[in-house]
């Protein structure tokens, strides 16, 4: 339940639509509701904007779908992450609504007439990189940023960057995904103002340690304004980085007049 529904519920209450009791029976699973196997967090969508998203990961077919029908019941929206194709097609077959994305790996239920906002970049470094950029992107897309894609565009091609610099400075908040060394997070940070989000890959030759290296290298990054996600963490990027699109929004949609007044 998000915050329009419950606002919706309230004022069928106060105008006697629904009766109190019934009121009671729709809150009884809030803020949470145990299916023996997972405990659903019905309440996150009010504390933080957006419904529990499933890690399918571990989990049986049986469980996700089951999961995935009770999260429906009271949201508009499902995002399911780390998804097989045997999960994907028995969440296709549950609802018309999903879309499997399949180089992210993800299955998203997008909202009824969803209004993005603001600008969240993906850059990568590789090609190799970009299922987990897309993990990124489909995360932040459905929670309701506007997303836009700057893919292979690595280090050892430095000028396909450095000719693509309007659109990093456009943005609210950038995802850097690299593998290898893990170098170009440093590198757009030493561009832009902007947050960046890094997020090492597991690509790379033996050495590299399964992304070990790219993430180490990370959080050495010299460069200021650098955070850094743990190895293949498309999705924390994607939700951080639709947080401070939010945030970083909210001064320029203010009333006009707010910012200039003076208290006294």
Do not use: W
């Amino acid at each position: 339940m998000n915050q329009d529904q419950l606002r919706a519920l309230l004022l069928e209450v106060q105008q006697g639509a629904v009766a109190v009791p019934d009121a009671l029976h729709r809150l009884r699973t809030l803020p949470y509701e145990n299916l023996g196997f997972a405990s659903l967090d019905h309440h996150r969508a009010l504390r933080q904007g957006f419904p529990e998203v499933i890690f399918c990961e571990g989990k049986t077919v049986a469980q996700v779908v089951a999961i995935a029908k009770t999260l429906l019941l009271k949201n508009n929206s499902l995002l399911a992450t780390r998804v097989e194709p045997s999960v994907a097609r028995a969440l296709l077959r549950m609802s018309k609504r999903a879309t499997y994305h399949e180089a992210a790996r993800v299955v998203a239920i997008v909202p009824p007439k969803l209004a993005r906002r603001g600008s969240v970049l993906i850059v990568t470094a590789g090609t190799a990189d970009i299922p987990i950029a897309e993990e990124a992107r489909v995360t932040a897309d459905i929670m309701g940023s506007k997303t836009d894609t700057l893919y292979d565009v690595g280090v050892a091609g430095l000028h396909r960057l450095l000719g693509q610099q309007d659109r990093l400075h456009d943005a609210r908040a950038i995802i850097v995904a690299a593998g290898m060394d893990g170098v170009l997070p440093s590198v757009v940070g030493g561009l832009v103002r902007q947050p960046v989000i890094a997020v090492p890959t597991s690509r790379g030759y033996g050495a590299h340690f399964g992304g070990l290296a790219a993430l180490l290298t990370m959080l050495n990054s010299c460069a200021a304004g650098v955070g850094v996600m743990n190895i293949d963490n498309g999705f924390g990027a994607g939700c951080l980085a639709h947080r401070i699109n939010m945030v970083s929004g909210m001064d320029s949609e203010e009333p006009k007049g707010k910012k200039n007044r003076v208290r006294g």
